[in-house]
């Protein structure tokens, strides 16, 4: 399996963004272009098109922490994407970027038969979320080799600390971006 370090779009939007994502800026991109990695060796052969999808579905997935300071960021990030997509030549893909955004945290697999990238999304996001425990199929040694290309930079620290934060402010509520 092929890392690819050559991801234009996503680098383009994180640009963007670089000063709303501040000191988390590296641990996020990081997490994008481990993401993005997985989504390539679960989806298999795709088009450059598909390729770019991905990336700004990659770019926009959790900008909802930053954009809004929420950890009920999928709305925002959303909302973040769809915008995007609407404005840079992605109208007729911003419904599925949407929904691999807003569906990244589901529970449940989600098959969409006429957007089979929201689900490679889903499980791509998995991996890295669970620090390459749950591997969806994919070896080992590629998900270290993803790992170690970009390290984690304290993303996942970010991830526990903001949990912590939700967790004590609505106990009730602990998790509002996970969806089934």
């Not at 679960?42 to 909802?64: C, M, N, T």
């Not at 998995?126 to 590629?142: E, K, N």
């Amino acid at each position: 399996m092929e890392i690819t370090t050559d991801l234009p779009r996503l680098d383009a939007i994180l640009a963007v963004w670089a000063d709303r994502l501040g000191p988390d800026a590296q641990g996020y991109g990081n997490h994008c272009r481990r993401m993005l990695q997985f989504c390539f060796a679960l989806a298999g052969p795709l088009s450059p098109r598909q390729r770019e999808l991905l990336q700004v579905a990659a770019a926009f997935h959790d900008l909802g922490i930053w954009s809004d300071h929420t950890v009920d960021y999928i709305p925002p990030s959303v909302r973040e994407a769809r915008a995007y997509a609407l404005a840079n030549g992605f109208a007729a893909e911003a419904e599925e970027i949407a929904l691999m955004v807003g569906t990244h945290h589901q529970v449940r697999a989600d098959q969409v038969p006429q957007f089979p990238l929201v689900e490679v999304f889903r499980r791509a996001d998995l991996v890295d979320f669970s620090l390459g425990l749950v591997r969806q199929g994919l070896p080992r040694a590629f998900i270290r080799a993803v790992k170690l290309t970009w390290p984690n930079a304290g993303f996942h620290r970010l991830l526990m600390r903001l949990t912590w934060r939700q967790l004590k402010a609505e106990p009730l509520r602990p998790l509002p971006m996970m969806k089934w």
